[in-house]
């Protein structure tokens, strides 16, 4: 089906600007399916992958004026994933940081995003609101009445919302659902037929792992024939999007079904690799919260943990003799005696209070290297804590 919608028949053509339109009606069904909502295949824009979704969600919302008061304004979430940053770096917008409640599992507090946004208003002209669910870099699971409020919200303070959902099918929590940001729209009723909202998605994450192949999608809802047209144009720049990627992501939409030759295969496979991440999901909960001074969140979606983690003052200390952030110190030392990589939580913007800091571990590695590499981060967690209790501040750091 897809080839014959190709011109000439092969996918080494260039398809139409917005893209294969068999496989936007697969996505259409798709949304459709996820959602009980009917979507339409002239709302899809078919996309290089999920980093050219955020830089064109970016470049809608921006204003002709890119100094001062005038220039375009976009919250994004603290701990904040850092892609969203250099977009908006290279679009001179002007970033309103707020803060997920890490208490409540990281989620929305409206109270916060109020206050940013009024303290914003004097530096920027506030456009839209990132929100990405699940988390990354925090793994939650937002539930459905804590994204109805950040839709009443955005619609009150007359924002577009971005919703990030390249994760949709990571959830692992028991009793965590995801719910998509359109359904929960669609529920609310026709007061809310005019809300804009731009979601994202893309064939690099869940089971599909495609990262390489670039397939991702956005949907707009609420927007004018004029705004898309616009868009559409916008993206005629780069002629379309690869074709390998959009067949990619047409699949992942369509699946094989009960009585297609591949569907016994593709449903062993896709269940086996889902419940093996909710199995090292759970783990990672469980080993991080054993360690001492460390505390994490359970790890409900996604493919991540974003544990806090407290340091003793000799620590510290280490840390600023070295010109290191002290979080960073923590992450060179597991690297260099684990051949772990954690990421720093000052790169999340979580610059850390006190003694307490944070970092990023994945879950991605196979079950048979998962053990292994949290037994040496045990191992290597436990001998940092004894060894800077006792004061030890002269530590050699990779150069």
């Known amino acids: ?20 339109t068999v496989v936007r009606q697969d996505i259409a069904d798709f949304i459709a399916k996820r959602d009980g909502y009917p979507a339409c295949y002239e709302d899809i824009f078919l996309i290089n992958g999920g980093a050219e979704g955020i830089e064109m969600m970016m470049g809608i919302v921006q204003t002709a004026d890119d100094h001062g008061i005038g220039r375009a304004g976009v919250m994004i979430s603290v701990p904040c994933y850092s892609m969203y940053q250099a977009r908006l770096l290279q679009y ?11 208490d409540q599992n990281w989620a929305f507090n409206i109270s916060e995003l109020q206050n940013k946004l009024d303290e914003a208003r004097s530096q920027c002209t506030p456009r839209a609101l990132v929100l990405i669910n699940p988390g990354n870099p925090t793994g939650q699971v937002l539930t459905y009445q804590n994204i109805q409020e950040v839709i009443k919200f955005c619609a009150r303070e007359k924002l577009v919302l971005f919703a990030d959902e390249v994760y949709q099918d990571n959830v692992y929590a028991d009793g965590a659902k995801f719910h998509s940001c359109k359904k929960v729209l669609r529920d609310l009723g026709p007061d809310y037929t005019k809300f804009q909202l731009i979601s994202l998605h893309s064939s690099a994450k869940g089971y599909i792992g495609e990262c390489g192949l670039r397939g991702g999608y956005i949907e707009l809802v ?25 067949a990619i992501l047409g ?32 783990l990672t909960t469980e080993i991080l919260n054993s360690l001492e001074n460390v505390k994490c969140n359970e790890v409900a979606g996604s493919m991540y943990a974003f544990p806090r983690i407290t340091l003793p003052q000799p620590a510290i200390n280490a840390a600023k003799a070295h010109s290191l952030p002290p979080d ?8 260099e005696k684990t051949g772990v990589y954690l990421i720093p939580g000052h790169v999340f913007e979580m610059n850390g209070n006190k003694n307490n800091f944070y970092f990023r571990i994945t879950i991605l590695p196979s079950e048979a290297k998962f053990t292994p590499m949290f037994e040496r981060l045990r191992k290597f967690h436990q ?15 990779p150069a």
């Not at 001179?92 to 890490?102: A, G, K, M, P, R």
């Not at 699946?255 to 991440?277: A, V």
């Not at 110190?329 to 597991?334: E, I, K």
Request: include cysteine; aromatic fraction near 12%; charge should be positive.
């Open 1 to 20: 089906m897809i080839l014959k919608d190709t011109t000439g028949h092969t996918i080494g053509s260039y398809s139409s600007t917005q893209g294969i």
């Open 92 to 102: 001179n917008s002007h970033q309103i940081f707020y803060h997920l409640d890490e």
């Open 222 to 246: 609420g927007f004018s024939n004029q705004v898309k047209l616009r868009v559409k144009t916008y993206l005629s720049a780069r002629s379309c999007s690869s074709t390998v990627g959009q």
């Open 251 to 282: 699949l992942a939409c369509n699946p094989p079904k009960p009585g297609d030759e591949s569907y016994e295969r593709f449903l062993k496979e896709s269940t086996g690799i889902q419940e093996s991440y909710k199995k090292k999901a759970k």
């Open 328 to 335: 960073e110190f923590y992450c060179w030392q597991a690297l």
């Open 383 to 397: 001998e940092f804590m004894e060894q800077f209790r006792q004061g030890q501040e002269n530590v050699k750091v």
